[in-house]
């Protein structure tokens, strides 16, 4: 295939000519130790876009559950021939949360269902089971339901029957039943057997088997690939979605804990974003809400990093802000945030998290104010939360917003704004093309050591290749790759670091490139997602200078380095980035007094072609490929494949 090379690539290949017959000399000032790599370096960011979350992470089936959408009836398909006046909608204002239900009229010989279509259709597995269940009253003796997996072709794989109880009060009904088939594409059937009335709701279909066996939780092959990472934090839930296109419907965590059939479903704010790729279905049923999401952060080892509206809507959209003088509700759901994740059993929130299940608490640490927000009005706002924030709790660590680009003037009003304030951390964003990446390894070399901390929020290298799956290619890894460098050198600045987005739906996805991808019943990473599990399993406790001939490696050949210093393993960890079309051979002189001894491991990323890209047919196209290797000495000498990233991991002997 016919592609056009970057400057940066010309200079690059140009580059090999230099020194493609000779090696290179690299110092490893292994005794020089620069500074401390941050405890909650590396880690993922959330937001429910690309059907991250409904369709997505979180394990229902069964899209419109409570007839909640702005058109109660889409997902379903009535079955039969019903007639008019057997289902209706219903409101009932004083169901908190929850206000709509379905109303069934029955007469004795009619057969009348509701099929659901899922999301993209249902992803089923042969053998495992399903738990199907509803919210009902008001039953006529003797009706019941009857539940049928179909597969693609309609064929039914599954099925139960579900006899329903008497009664005014609204009462729950379970019933599991097992998979004949694997199907990606499934839909279920809801058959309303026997005459009379019934009024139902939270009509719901999980798989049996979800992370850690939690009903009615979440998708375990999308947690398992997160734990994988070994992330030191989990930032959520957001994004834009924080902010929302208007006010109204921004994040609003209170509304997302408690009961599930209590939680007030909103229109995702990614449903209409963009004109190709609109999504009229994509709601947040809010099943994966703000205690969930501390719950998964604790499961997968990882620090919980949530962000709140700081009282502006985003700035792309209509961009409304709350007065200074009405913003009292933002702060107070900031202070009752702590209390929820932080407080005693005995306070209002923390008595809730207790009665969800958890009386211990998450020891919250650090908590975002904004998301991408910018200018005056937000310094203005921001200010609000963290004169009441330090009075009130001057141990939670806050992140404040430094736009949307890593420059410009509306960076530079931010940076400087902030840094004035001494806000804790500043979260940059940055999307930008390979060539960026490639020159900006040495970023945070000269950033003052005594300023705010950086958290690298949003990170992403956007290629020019078409929109989708394939854009996640192998030249937007690699030149990550290159610029973490730079974040691992600076790990005493950069504090915090996580690619964006998280998840995309092969086939509801409004967002990409994006570091996992995923369909109903498959998961792979990216090459993004294999260079940053590398840097986060190789994290390391102490920054190591590598020099040449004096000099930061940040490009020079194109070439790029760090090292880092495990003082829990005793390894000395090199990371070795190699952005040209010819082989490299290095010598790493290991300026030590310690002693080096044993086989080192050596970690291997590479691929000739940077158009490359995983994919579900190939989902280890790009994976890591480790050897065992002996060096003699304190003179690692060795050879670097083309458009390569590798890790040496060398035993120490203290």
Not at 358 to 378: C, D, S
Request: hydrophobic share 35%.
């Amino acid at each position: 295939m016919k592609r056009i090379l970057s400057l940066t690539t010309v200079f690059a290949i140009c580059g090999t000519f230099l020194f493609a017959q000779n090696a290179i000399d690299l110092q490893v000032q292994l005794d020089k130790a620069s500074g401390k790599i941050s405890p909650h370096m590396w880690g993922i960011f959330f937001e429910d876009i690309n059907m991250g979350a409904d369709g997505g992470i979180y394990a229902e089936l069964v899209k419109n559950r409570s007839f909640e959408f702005d058109h109660p009836m889409m997902g379903w398909k009535r079955l039969g021939k019903v007639p008019e006046g057997t289902f209706l909608i219903v409101n009932d204002g004083r169901r908190k949360g929850n206000p709509r239900s379905l109303k069934i009229h029955k007469a004795a010989d009619i057969k009348i269902g509701l099929q659901n279509e899922g999301f993209r259709g249902m992803g089923v597995k042969q053998g495992n089971d399903y738990e199907f269940s509803l919210l009902y009253r008001q039953a006529s003796p003797g009706m019941q339901v009857k539940v049928e997996l179909l597969n693609e072709n309609d064929k039914v794989i599954g099925t139960a029957a579900l006899p329903l109880s008497e009664g005014a009060n609204w009462q729950s009904g379970t019933v599991v039943f097992t998979s004949a088939e694997t199907s990606p594409k499934g839909k279920l059937n809801v058959w309303f057997e026997g005459a009379g009335d019934v009024e139902a709701d939270m009509l719901s279909l999980f798989p049996k088997d979800t992370w850690k066996g939690r009903s009615k939780g979440l998708r375990k092959d999308m947690v398992q690939i997160l734990a994988d990472m070994n992330p030191d934090f989990l930032r959520f839930p957001g994004g834009c979605i924080v902010e929302g296109r208007d006010l109204a419907n921004r994040f609003q965590w209170k509304k997302t804990v408690g009961p599930i059939e209590e939680r007030e479903l909103i229109i995702n704010r990614w449903n209409t974003e963009f004109n190709h790729r609109l999504t009229p279905d994509y709601f947040q049923t809010f099943g994966l809400g703000f205690y969930e999401y501390f719950l998964l952060a604790e499961d997968i080892g990882a620090e919980a990093v949530p962000i709140l509206n700081c009282g502006m809507a985003c700035q792309f959209n209509t961009g409304e802000v709350v007065p200074l003088d009405e913003l009292d509700e933002y702060v107070q759901d900031a202070l009752d945030l702590i209390e929820f994740a932080n407080g005693d059993t005995s306070t209002p929130w923390g008595k809730l998290r207790a009665e969800m299940g958890h009386p211990e608490p998450f020891y919250l640490k650090m908590l975002g104010v904004g998301n991408e927000n910018w200018g005056p009005q937000y310094i203005e706002r921001l200010g609000v939360f963290q004169k009441i924030l330090q009075e009130k709790h001057p141990e939670i660590e806050i992140i404040a917003s430094s736009g949307t680009d890593p420059e410009g003037e509306r960076f530079e009003f931010l940076d400087g704004k902030l840094r004035a304030m001494n806000i804790d951390i500043v979260d940059e964003h940055y999307y930008r093309p390979p060539a960026w990446f490639l020159s900006s390894a040495d970023r945070y070399d000269d950033y003052d050591r005594n300023g705010p901390k950086i958290f690298a929020g949003e990170y992403a290298s956007h290629t020019t290749r078409p929109q989708g799956p394939g854009r996640s290619t192998w030249e937007a890894a690699l030149s990550e790759a290159a610029f973490l460098t730079g974040l691992e050198r600076n790990g005493d600045v950069v504090t915090m670091a996580s690619y964006a987005p998280l998840f995309g739906h092969v086939d509801g996805w409004q967002w990409s490139p994006d570091l996992i991808w995923v369909d109903n019943l498959q998961v792979y990473g990216t090459p993004s997602y294999h260079v940053q599990k590398l840097y986060s399993l190789h994290k390391g406790t102490d920054i190591i200078p590598v020099k040449r001939n004096g000099q930061n490696v940040t490009g020079q050949d194109s070439l790029y380095a760090s090292a880092v210093y495990d003082a829990d393993t005793n390894e000395l960890i090199i990371k070795f980035v190699n952005y040209n079309d010819q082989p490299i051979v290095a010598n790493l002189q290991l300026d030590t007094k310690k002693k080096i001894e044993g086989a080192a491991t050596k970690i291997i990323l590479a691929n000739e072609n940077l158009d490359v890209a995983n994919s579900l047919e190939e989902p280890l196209k790009i994976q890591p490929q480790t050897t065992q290797v002996n060096y003699k000495g304190k003179t690692i000498k060795d050879t670097f494949l083309p458009y390569s990233f590798t890790v040496i991991k060398v035993p120490v002997n203290l």
